[in-house]
């Protein structure tokens, strides 16, 4: 089964909108990444958050991270048609440092 | 500008055949990682190395699936023989140390077994 499980499974919004996607887990972590696939292509690392860490930024990205709920947010703000694809969250289990990765958002954004 | 390099992009083969897919990791990144995707599955964990050495390949099936790493600078998984429900993007990914580092991905090996 998987560690991580995003929601919603897909997301469809107009550009200029704001776009969240939630992480969920079920073990202790020691981090929590986010990151993007476009279709064909390989993953790309967006951002990563500690377990003592409980929110971070990155231009138009703004990420939670709540241990005591096991649970993560992907916020993208002012969201542009360029930032449709797929988001995963990864979590490392019982703190392996392995990167497990849940089944992912689908998002568009449509022009 | 340092990246993850599969190769074969893409392959088919016909089932019964060995297929072997190679992967660069980043110079100096001592983690490596190979994944699944399929639309099934999601991305699945198949086996991981750390400095050359394997530490974690239970996410494979073993009687055909094989991972090594010769060299630091290449990393093969290999699967014989090939069977249709192998058909999957197969990903490396390399990272530094392991620790609260990001994984680098490749672009993936598009298997198509038929």
């Known amino acids: 089964s998987q560690q991580g499980e995003e929601d919603p499974q897909a997301l469809s919004i107009q550009e200029g909108e704001n776009a969240t996607m939630n992480c969920s887990y079920k073990?202790?972590?020691?981090?929590l990444q986010w990151y993007r696939q476009n279709s064909g292509r390989g993953l790309v690392h967006l951002i990563l958050?500690?377990?003592?860490?409980r929110e971070k930024h990155s231009g138009r990205l703004r990420v939670t991270l709540d241990t005591s709920k096991k649970s993560s947010s992907l916020l993208i703000t002012a969201s542009r048609a360029a930032d449709t694809a797929s988001y995963f969250c990864?979590?490392?289990?019982?703190?392996?440092?392995?990167?497990?990765f849940g089944r992912g958002t689908s998002l568009i954004v449509h022009p | 500008d340092a990246r993850v390099t599969q190769t074969p992009r893409h392959k088919v083969t016909e089932m019964g055949q060995e297929v072997t897919m190679r992967c660069q990791p980043i110079?100096?990144?001592?983690?490596v990682f190979w994944y699944r995707q399929t639309m099934m599955q999601g991305l699945e964990l198949l086996a991981y190395?750390?400095?050359?050495?394997?530490?974690?390949d239970s996410g494979m099936p073993k009687d055909r699936f094989s991972a090594e790493m010769p060299d630091a600078t290449l990393a093969t998984l290999k699967i014989q023989p090939s069977e249709p429900r192998d058909s999957a993007v197969y990903f490396c990914?390399?990272?530094?140390?392991?620790?609260?580092?990001?994984?680098?991905f490749g672009q993936g090996t598009r298997l198509t077994v038929v």
């Open positions: 990914a390399s990272s530094l140390e392991g620790q609260n580092t990001e994984a680098f």
């Open positions: 073990t202790s972590i020691n981090n």
């Open positions: 958050i500690r377990s003592n860490e």
């Open positions: 990864a979590t490392d289990p019982g703190g392996s440092y392995i990167p497990t």
């Open positions: 110079l100096g990144h001592n983690t």
């Open positions: 190395f750390r400095n050359r050495a394997p530490l974690d």
